[in-house]
Structures are given as structure tokens and as C-alpha cells.
């Protein structure tokens, strides 16, 4: 609006109630209310930014579902928590793409960063009898002083459909099991 871009509330994200819901969760739940609710918002300009510094996560292949938009040349910036979990899914087959990035130092105290990437499927592709799924799983470190990756690795990680589907569902208040568990086992290629 007017050259300017506005930061949306997180209360207006519409992947808070599903991959694919139509409307934010919140205004879901206020629409259920009777009688009918009137909803008011305003431009907060102190959520602006111009409309040229904008960052946009939005595409029509795959669409974030949480977390940061990671960005190697402010990394550490972007790490104050020491961790972050980023997580991508495809609204046509909702497979995802999990993302998670841990700090640490290495012996002489440089600080680096493990990257992991692990592509977790829609378990409703799994035929009901399949109790093996095989995810593929890539670990990097990255050291941002040095702008490079010291290694990058690819494995496969074995999960047990049960323990896999409660980690897909990626609902750890609910089901203690948190995105980001391991698998049962771990293969290096």
C-alpha cells in the first residue's frame, strides 16, 4: 500500500490452521461466532518497510509452512536462539522439506553452523502395510567467518511409520514427538 509493505500479525498466518486452510485459524474462529463479528485493521507503520526491501517466501511450487527465511550473509544475526527449524510443503502432494540449523564452535572456538535438510513425505502415499519409510537427509557446516562450508553429507534416515507419521504431523505440543527427531536408524551414502 502506497510503496510501503506491512508485516502481517502471525495471528493472520493461514498455515496456523492447516497446510491448505483458505483463511487464517483466527478468523475462522471469530466467523463461527453469533451473532456475526466486524473485523478492523489498521497499517501499523512501524511494521513498514518500503515496498522495494520487501522479502517475499511466497511461491506457487513450494510454500513455507514455519520458520525464518534463512539468509547465509546475516546468519548469525538470524541465530540469536541458537536454533531454527524452517519447514516447506507442497500444497498438491504435502510432502515437506524439513530445515533445521543448530549453532556450535569448533576446538579453536570458531563458530559454526550444522545445516540439515531432510525430505519427509506424505505418509498417505505409503501403501497401509509399509512400516519402513526411507527419507533422504542432507548435513552441512557452515562457517560464516569464513563464508563456506567445511562439509556437506548426504544420508538416508530409517523411521518406522509410526514414529514417522507422528513426526510429520509436526505437532510436538500434542504428540511430544518433536519434527525433528531422528530416525530409528541413520545411513551414510
Known sequence: MNDKYYLYNIFLDTSIGSPIADAPKTIEIIQSVKPPVRIFTRCDENLAVPYSRMVSTATADFQKWRGITL??????????????????????????????????????????????VEQLWNPDIFEGAEDVIITNYIHGIYYPAREAFEHIDFSVNQYSREIFEV???????????????????????
Open 71 to 116: 539468509n547465509f550473509d546475516h546468519i548469525t544475526e538470524q541465530m540469536k536462539s541458537g536454533k531454527e527449524t524452517i519447514v516447506h510443503f507442497d500444497p498438491q502432494t504435502l510432502h515437506k522439506i524439513l530445515v533445521y540449523v543448530g549453532r556450535g564452535t569448533d576446538e579453536t572456538g570458531a563458530e559454526f553452523y550444522h545445516v540439515n
Open 167 to 189: 513426526n510429520y504431523r509436526d505437532a510436538e505440543k500434542l504428540t511430544g514427538v518433536s519434527i525433528g527427531v531422528y530416525g530409528n536408524l541413520h545411513y551414510k551414502i
